[in-house]
C-alpha cells in the first residue's frame, strides 16, 4: 500500500505567505479638446459637438462658448482609439468644410 505523504524534510510550515494583489491596469484616458479660432462659424462648432459628441444643443451651445470666451475646452474623455477616431472626424469634417477648427488630444 502507497502512501501520498511527502518526505519530510525538517522544515514545517515557517515561509511566508505572500499575496499578490491581482494587478487589473486601467487602459490610459485621453481628453479631447477643441480649439478657439477666429474664423469657424459658431453655428458649425455647436454641429460639430452634436454630432460627434452627443450633446444637447443647449449643451453644445455652451461649449461652443466656453472655447469661443477661453480658447480651449475639454469636450469628451475616451480611449486613445476614440479618442484618435473623434480628432479624425472633426479636422476632417472641418477641413471638408473649409473651416480652420482645430481638435486635438491629450493624455488625461
Ligand atoms: N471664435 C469663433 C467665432 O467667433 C467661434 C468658435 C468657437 C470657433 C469655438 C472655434 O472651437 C471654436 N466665430
Redesign the pocket.
Known amino acids: 500500500m502507497m502512501t501520498d505523504t511527502p518526505p519530510d524534510d525538517g522544515e514545517g510550515d515557517v515561509g511566508v505567505a505572500v499575496q499578490t494583489k491581482p494587478k487589473t491596469k486601467r487602459p490610459p484616458l485621453y481628453k479631447v479638446l477643441?480649439?478657439?479660432?477666429?474664423?469657424?462659424?459658431?453655428e458649425?462648432?455647436v454641429h460639430v459637438l452634436e454630432r460627434f459628441f452627443g450633446m444637447t444643443h443647449a449643451q453644445a451651445f455652451e461649449v461652443?462658448?466656453t472655447?469661443?470666451k477661453k480658447g480651449v475646452a475639454v469636450v469628451g474623455v475616451f480611449s486613445h482609439e476614440i479618442a484618435e477616431t473623434k480628432v479624425g472626424q472633426v479636422m476632417d469634417f472641418a477641413r471638408r468644410h473649409q473651416h480652420p477648427?482645430?481638435c486635438t488630444m491629450e493624455k488625461e
Do not use: G
Request: hydrophobic residues 55%; without cysteine.
Open positions: 477643441l480649439l478657439n479660432d477666429d474664423y469657424t462659424p459658431m458649425f462648432v461652443m462658448l472655447v469661443h477648427l482645430q
